[in-house]
Nanobody, 121 residues
Framework: QVQVVESGGGLVQPGGSLRLSCKAS????????MGWYRQAPGKQREWVAS???????NLADSVKGRFTISVDNAENTGHLQMNSLKPEDTGVYYC???????????????WGQGTQVTVSS
């Protein structure tokens, strides 16, 4: 069973930056689509950013111009670069990877365990 391991969260001051990563726990054939979501305390999980296998990226209006989503297929790793962070960006960030374990495998989605991002002075 593939696991998706997230890293890079932490405490940062407003205006600061963090880079989140999510990595498949084993060698895989390909990452097809990737999405990042976040959940603030007392709120529902919301979509933040997505990247398709064709390279198309989409970002929530609240993070456009500040966040960048990317994938390193050679490392089986996705990234969310977060700049100019605001207190309202605080929450647990979750990665979803849609991947193929082998060339003949069907695409399957896996969720990371979540990583806490806190933006506070």
């Amino acid at each position: 069973q593939v696991q998706v391991v997230e890293s890079g969260g932490g405490l940062v001051q407003p205006g600061g930056s963090l880079r989140l990563s999510c990595k498949a726990s084993e060698s895989i054939f390909s990452i097809n689509n990737m999405g990042w979501y976040r959940q603030a305390p007392g709120k529902q999980r919301e979509w933040v950013a997505s990247l398709t296998s064709g390279g198309a990226t989409n970002l929530a209006d609240s993070v456009k111009g500040r966040f960048t989503i990317s994938v390193d297929n050679a490392e089986n790793t996705g990234h969310l670069q977060m700049n100019s962070l605001k207190p309202e960006d605080t929450g647990v960030y979750y990665c979803n990877l849609e991947l193929r374990r082998r060339s003949w495998s069907r695409k399957t989605s896996y969720w990371g365990q979540g990583t806490q991002v806190t933006v506070s002075s």
